[in-house]
């Protein structure tokens, strides 16, 4: 099989043509903002699964009226360190930010903050809003439930849980901050809609088919999602990447008070998705300064240990993100033709003007740019 031709785009060209379409489908700018903000965010650190291909997923839930273009958010609880939001029925990422933002509020005066969201949508990458924690001096923790069950639990054969995603961000003193963005899956569903814009197959291992073995073919896994837990099969610790899963479910939809997914009422016209997040100040739980320094040389230790492989050195969770952000920014953002395709689709179609001209930009084979 042929490599599939690519295209790269600048970051500030890539937010114009996602903010197109966003303002095309009614969005207020503010809600528009924030999604592409956070979209062209995942683009750069290469998680590209939580980027601008996500648009063809948000097209079918907005022409499904599963979100409200200009939702209304609004604060449901404000007691001392904890509140919670009501995402109003819209997009996820500008009330994510808000609770966000509220979190280390609240943690600079108390020591911790904890802001549940509810009836949101899908928010995108869960990594942005933890390194924006970490960037203000405090750790950061959020998890987000799934509009869709995918992963099927251990000994199970129907999908019961989302992807769920966990993410963690700590500041140091001179190293950037250690940022783990992990889905409880094996892998996360865009990441198979990445393989299916590449024109790939799946690994065995990512998703099962109804007899219980390994599905490849991503329309089909994308169709009807039966994801493996992190870990896969029980023997291998599947039954460990359930209980995270469940764990986030608990913390994004029974805390916040939204709708667990397997339950939720056919004729419910909203998905009413939750998530969590959770800000800590170090400098109220010993004297100031004191966490960073440490935090860097616990992974400066980390990334000196002694590796199987010279060419490969051991790193610690952000190394790769970091790395490809700082690739994207000098030489663009790689995007396959085929989604180039299918975005000048959805412009269209929005009647959003089209402005990834991918003949003026550089091409080149995937993985060689």
Known sequence: MSEPQIHTVSAEVLKRQILAILDAWGLPREQAEAAAQLLVEANLAGIDSHGVSLLDF????????????????????????????????????????RATELAMRKAAAFGVGAVAVRNSHHFGAAGPYVRRIAAGGQVGFCTTAVWRPSIVPTRGREPMLGTNPIAFAAPGRNNRPFVLDMATSTAAIGKMRVKKFSGLPL????????????????DRALADPRLSPLGGEEERGGHKGYGLAAMVEVLSTVLAGATFAPIRPEAQERHDVGHFFLALDPALFRPEGGFEEDLDSFVNALRASEPVDTSQPVQVPGDPEYRREEERRTNGIPLTASLVSRLREIASEAGAPFVLDAGNETEMQLGTG
């Open 203 to 218: 690994p065995e291992g990512w998703s099962q088919d109804r007899e219980g073995g390994w599905e490849t073919d991503p």
């Open 58 to 97: 948000y097209r079918v839930q907005m022409a499904a009226g599963r979100i409200v273009p200009d939702p209304e958010i609004a604060t449901v609880v404000d007691r001392a360190a904890i509140a919670v939001l009501d995402g109003g029925g819209g997009f996820g990422h500008l009330v994510s930010l």
